[in-house]
Protein backbone atom coordinates (compact mmCIF):
# COMPACT_ATOMS: atom_id res chain seq x y z
CA UNK A 1 0.00 0.00 0.00
CA UNK A 2 1.29 3.58 -1.21
CA UNK A 3 1.56 6.39 0.97
CA UNK A 4 1.27 9.73 0.11
CA UNK A 5 3.20 12.75 2.26
CA UNK A 6 2.46 16.71 2.11
CA UNK A 7 6.11 17.52 2.89
CA UNK A 8 8.14 20.83 1.56
CA UNK A 9 11.52 20.60 -0.45
CA UNK A 10 14.06 20.31 3.00
CA UNK A 11 12.48 16.72 3.41
CA UNK A 12 15.37 14.34 2.95
CA UNK A 13 13.49 11.78 0.92
CA UNK A 14 12.72 14.25 -1.57
CA UNK A 15 16.31 15.45 -2.16
CA UNK A 16 17.35 12.14 -2.73
CA UNK A 17 14.53 11.10 -4.91
CA UNK A 18 15.40 14.54 -7.07
CA UNK A 19 18.71 13.81 -7.32
CA UNK A 20 17.63 9.98 -8.68
CA UNK A 21 15.36 12.04 -11.13
CA UNK A 22 18.10 14.25 -12.50
CA UNK A 23 20.34 11.02 -13.28
CA UNK A 24 17.42 9.46 -14.92
CA UNK A 25 17.00 12.74 -17.01
CA UNK A 26 20.77 12.72 -17.35
CA UNK A 27 20.87 9.30 -18.93
CA UNK A 28 17.79 10.35 -21.16
CA UNK A 29 18.96 13.91 -22.52
CA UNK A 30 22.40 13.89 -22.32
CA UNK A 31 24.49 17.08 -22.17
CA UNK A 32 21.01 18.83 -23.35
CA UNK A 33 19.63 18.52 -19.67
CA UNK A 34 22.10 20.78 -18.37
CA UNK A 35 20.07 23.85 -19.54
CA UNK A 36 17.01 22.87 -17.77
CA UNK A 37 19.10 22.87 -13.95
CA UNK A 38 18.42 26.55 -13.73
CA UNK A 39 14.49 25.62 -13.80
CA UNK A 40 14.59 22.87 -11.42
CA UNK A 41 15.87 24.31 -8.26
CA UNK A 42 13.73 23.33 -4.88
CA UNK A 43 15.09 25.70 -2.44
CA UNK A 44 11.72 26.55 -0.70
CA UNK A 45 9.19 24.78 -2.22
CA UNK A 46 6.67 24.11 0.66
CA UNK A 47 4.39 22.29 -1.64
CA UNK A 48 6.13 18.57 -1.82
CA UNK A 49 4.61 15.07 -2.35
CA UNK A 50 6.75 12.33 -1.18
CA UNK A 51 5.65 8.75 -2.28
CA UNK A 52 6.41 5.79 0.79
CA UNK A 53 5.71 1.71 -0.78
CA UNK A 54 6.38 -0.11 2.02
CA UNK A 55 7.99 2.76 3.96
CA UNK A 56 10.19 3.28 1.24
CA UNK A 57 10.50 6.34 -0.37
CA UNK A 58 10.06 5.29 -4.03
CA UNK A 59 8.29 8.78 -5.78
CA UNK A 60 8.11 12.46 -5.44
CA UNK A 61 6.47 15.17 -7.14
CA UNK A 62 5.66 18.86 -5.84
CA UNK A 63 3.96 22.02 -7.28
CA UNK A 64 5.39 26.40 -7.26
CA UNK A 65 3.12 29.22 -7.86
CA UNK A 66 3.05 30.18 -11.65
CA UNK A 67 0.11 32.97 -11.52
CA UNK A 68 -2.56 33.81 -9.17
CA UNK A 69 -4.76 31.14 -9.85
CA UNK A 70 -2.13 28.90 -11.42
CA UNK A 71 0.41 26.22 -9.89
CA UNK A 72 3.34 24.95 -12.01
CA UNK A 73 4.22 20.72 -11.20
CA UNK A 74 7.57 20.02 -10.94
CA UNK A 75 10.28 17.40 -10.25
CA UNK A 76 7.95 14.50 -11.07
CA UNK A 77 9.85 11.13 -10.52
CA UNK A 78 8.51 7.59 -9.45
CA UNK A 79 11.57 5.21 -9.19
CA UNK A 80 12.37 2.87 -12.00
CA UNK A 81 11.52 -0.05 -10.14
CA UNK A 82 7.99 1.14 -8.73
CA UNK A 83 6.64 2.18 -12.44
CA UNK A 84 3.33 0.81 -13.57
CA UNK A 85 1.68 0.56 -10.31
CA UNK A 86 0.12 3.70 -10.73
CA UNK A 87 1.84 5.86 -8.49
CA UNK A 88 2.80 8.83 -10.33
CA UNK A 89 -1.08 9.10 -11.50
CA UNK A 90 -2.08 8.99 -7.98
CA UNK A 91 0.55 11.28 -6.65
CA UNK A 92 -0.52 13.92 -9.63
CA UNK A 93 -4.39 13.44 -8.23
CA UNK A 94 -2.94 14.01 -4.66
CA UNK A 95 -0.68 17.51 -5.92
CA UNK A 96 -4.09 18.41 -7.95
CA UNK A 97 -6.05 18.34 -4.44
CA UNK A 98 -3.90 20.12 -2.66
CA UNK A 99 -3.58 23.09 -5.09
CA UNK A 100 -7.47 22.83 -5.25
CA UNK A 101 -7.58 23.19 -1.85
CA UNK A 102 -5.15 26.27 -1.87
CA UNK A 103 -7.29 27.57 -3.87
CA UNK A 104 -5.61 27.24 -7.60
CA UNK A 105 -8.03 26.88 -10.96
CA UNK A 106 -5.65 25.57 -12.79
CA UNK A 107 -2.06 23.99 -13.29
CA UNK A 108 0.97 24.13 -15.95
CA UNK A 109 3.86 21.93 -16.18
CA UNK A 110 6.89 20.82 -18.81
CA UNK A 111 8.17 17.19 -19.63
CA UNK A 112 10.69 16.61 -22.85
CA UNK A 113 9.82 14.90 -25.60
CA UNK A 114 12.03 11.62 -24.54
CA UNK A 115 9.23 11.24 -21.29
CA UNK A 116 7.45 8.87 -22.97
CA UNK A 117 5.81 7.89 -19.72
CA UNK A 118 5.40 11.36 -18.53
CA UNK A 119 3.55 12.30 -22.10
CA UNK A 120 1.08 9.27 -21.30
CA UNK A 121 0.53 10.25 -18.07
CA UNK A 122 0.15 13.97 -18.73
CA UNK A 123 -2.79 12.78 -21.32
CA UNK A 124 -4.74 10.42 -19.21
CA UNK A 125 -4.71 12.74 -16.72
CA UNK A 126 -6.57 15.67 -18.62
CA UNK A 127 -3.80 17.73 -19.58
CA UNK A 128 -3.87 19.18 -22.91
CA UNK A 129 -0.96 20.39 -24.80
CA UNK A 130 0.02 23.89 -24.94
CA UNK A 131 2.43 26.18 -26.32
CA UNK A 132 6.04 26.49 -24.48
CA UNK A 133 5.81 29.04 -21.70
CA UNK A 134 7.89 31.11 -19.69
CA UNK A 135 12.09 29.77 -19.67
CA UNK A 136 10.75 26.79 -21.87
CA UNK A 137 10.10 28.78 -25.07
CA UNK A 138 12.14 28.24 -27.99
CA UNK A 139 13.24 24.76 -25.98
CA UNK A 140 12.61 22.23 -28.28
CA UNK A 141 13.30 19.36 -26.12
CA UNK A 142 10.41 20.79 -23.96
CA UNK A 143 6.37 20.40 -24.10
CA UNK A 144 4.06 22.04 -22.00
CA UNK A 145 0.93 21.01 -20.57
CA UNK A 146 -2.27 22.76 -18.80
CA UNK A 147 -5.46 21.29 -17.00
CA UNK A 148 -8.38 23.41 -15.41
CA UNK A 149 -8.52 22.28 -11.75
CA UNK A 150 -11.61 21.15 -10.17
Not at 42 to 57: N, Q, S
Not at 74 to 88: C, N, P, S, T
Amino acid sequence: MAEFVRTTSENTDFRNLIHALDEDLYLRNGEAQLQYRQYNQVDLIDHVVVVYFEEKPVGCGCYKRFDDKTVEMKRMFVLAEMRGKQLAAQMLQELEKWAVEEGNTAAVLETGYRQVEAIRLYTIAGYSLIANYGQYIGMKESICYRKELR
